[in-house]
């Protein structure tokens, strides 16, 4: 509260120091938690730990963040996720769609885009590339792997598979539903403050204390990231006890209705992700046709990537204020 810090890029807080700070709250706005986590967020500076501008300098409702995920190679779970939110996971690299607002110059290599459409005969945008990493991107040991093809139809099926899944992790237009049947409810009133959370298999019920969710299929029981079911951890990140003295502990007295509407928008949205696992793996599984490898990359220019394309980019078209109301340098 004593030290000064520059404006949060974006942000609303000031610059002076916490301590004898007036005026009003800069107003909350939604960040990436945890996988599949959305929560409220004050964005001024001086209430972060270790904020990141570079992020929040690009966050803009054209914005989407890819966050790589400790996903084991040949285990389960999805090795990149794709939020609008500025993402607040550790660890895991981050990496924003466009270097810079309003959707401009895509975090790609440069010529990338028009080497593949020139390959494959048709029009391919930033949009198309990302939908294509997050349907065919492995685990491997440096990274995520994603490989190449100049297979038109191969594309096209990749690109539609990780368009799908771009709308369910990005979750900003209309809410996806699953058929009625299939659709969860609370069968049981949930208590004001559940304590367990536990799955019937044969059932298909979530169980929270003596609450019961129904149907909820294995498969998004079963959903992981980093080896830790979603779920589960969902329901800890709420009901855990945070250390006293700290913010982590102020909860609200009840469960809120709006919990309720988030757990069943999530088991929803983890069924429908599930439910494109065959895809991706017959795309991840076998060779690619038509591959498009290293050697080809560097023959169209494409490869090496120049290291200025590596680092964030500079943007001077607005004015940041530093500490105390200083000129902010970028």
Same mark, same amino acid.
């Given at each position: 509260?004593h030290?000064?810090?520059?404006?949060?890029?974006?942000?609303?807080?000031?610059?002076?120091?916490?301590?004898?700070?007036?005026?009003?709250?800069?107003?909350?706005?939604?960040?990436?938690?945890?996988?599949?986590d959305?929560?409220?967020?004050?964005?001024?500076?001086?209430?972060?730990?270790?904020?990141?501008?570079?992020?929040?300098?690009?966050?803009?409702?054209?914005?989407?963040?890819?966050?790589?995920?400790?996903?084991? $190679?040949?285990?389960?779970? /999805?090795?990149?996720?794709?939020?609008?939110h500025?993402? @607040? &996971?550790?660890? %895991? #690299? !981050?990496? *924003?769609?466009?270097?810079?607002?309003?959707?401009?110059?895509?975090?790609?290599?440069?010529?990338?885009?028009a080497?593949?459409?020139?390959?494959?005969?048709?029009?391919?945008?930033?949009?198309?590339?990302?939908?294509?990493?997050?349907?065919?991107?492995?685990?491997?040991?440096?990274?995520?792997?994603?490989?190449?093809?100049?297979?038109a139809?191969?594309?096209?099926?990749?690109?539609?598979?990780?368009?799908?899944?771009?709308?369910?992790?990005?979750?900003?237009?209309?809410?996806?539903?699953?058929?009625?049947?299939?659709?969860?409810?609370?069968?049981?009133?949930?208590p $004001?403050?559940?304590?367990? /959370?536990?799955?019937?298999?044969?059932?298909?019920?979530? @169980? &929270?204390?003596? %609450? #019961? !969710?129904? *149907?909820?299929p294995?498969?998004?029981?079963?959903?992981?990231?980093?080896?830790?079911?979603v779920?589960e951890?969902?329901?800890?990140?709420?009901?855990?006890?945070?250390?006293?003295?700290?913010?982590?502990a102020?909860r609200?007295?009840?469960?809120?209705?709006?919990?309720?509407?988030?757990?069943?928008?999530?088991?929803?949205?983890?069924?429908?992700?599930?439910?494109?696992?065959?895809?991706?793996?017959?795309?991840?599984?076998?060779?690619?046709?038509?591959?498009?490898?290293?050697?080809?990359?560097?023959?169209?220019?494409?490869?090496?990537?120049?290291?200025?394309?590596?680092?964030?980019?500079?943007? /001077?078209?607005?004015?940041?204020?530093?500490p105390?109301?200083? &000129?902010?340098?970028?």
């Amino acid at each position: 509260p004593h030290t000064p810090v520059a404006r949060l890029p974006g942000g609303g807080g000031g610059t002076e120091r916490l301590a004898r700070a007036s005026g009003q709250c800069p107003e909350p706005v939604r960040v990436l938690r945890a996988p599949f986590d959305e929560q409220w967020l004050i964005p001024d500076h001086r209430l972060i730990d270790a904020a990141r501008p570079e992020l929040w300098r690009v966050a803009d409702a054209r914005q989407t963040f890819v966050v790589e995920t400790p996903a084991p $190679a040949g285990g389960p779970g /999805l090795p990149l996720l794709a939020t609008p939110h500025v993402p @607040l &996971l550790r660890p %895991g #690299r !981050i990496r *924003p769609l466009y270097r810079r607002p309003r959707g401009a110059e895509p975090n790609l290599a440069p010529g990338l885009t028009a080497h593949l459409a020139a390959r494959l005969g048709g029009a391919v945008d930033a949009a198309d590339v990302l939908a294509w990493i997050l349907a065919v991107a492995r685990p491997g040991p440096d990274g995520p792997v994603v490989p190449l093809t100049a297979d038109a139809d191969a594309w096209a099926t990749g690109v539609g598979t990780g368009r799908r899944m771009l709308w369910l992790m990005r979750r900003d237009g209309e809410r996806p539903k699953l058929p009625g049947g299939r659709r969860p409810y609370v069968r049981a009133p949930l208590p $004001a403050r559940p304590v367990t /959370l536990d799955y019937d298999r044969d059932e298909e019920a979530l @169980l &929270l204390d003596e %609450g #019961r !969710i129904a *149907p909820v299929p294995p498969e998004a029981w079963d959903f992981e990231t980093g080896g830790i079911r979603v779920l589960e951890q969902w329901f800890a990140v709420r009901t855990d006890a945070g250390e006293p003295g700290t913010l982590e502990a102020v909860r609200p007295a009840a469960w809120p209705q709006s919990w309720t509407s988030q757990l069943l928008e999530l088991i929803t949205v983890l069924t429908l992700l599930a439910e494109l696992d065959p895809a991706r793996a017959a795309l991840t599984d076998a060779p690619l046709p038509a591959p498009v490898g290293r050697s080809a990359l560097r023959a169209a220019g494409v490869l090496p990537v120049p290291s200025a394309a590596r680092r964030p980019a500079s943007v /001077l078209d607005t004015q940041e204020e530093g500490p105390e109301g200083q &000129l902010a340098l970028l």
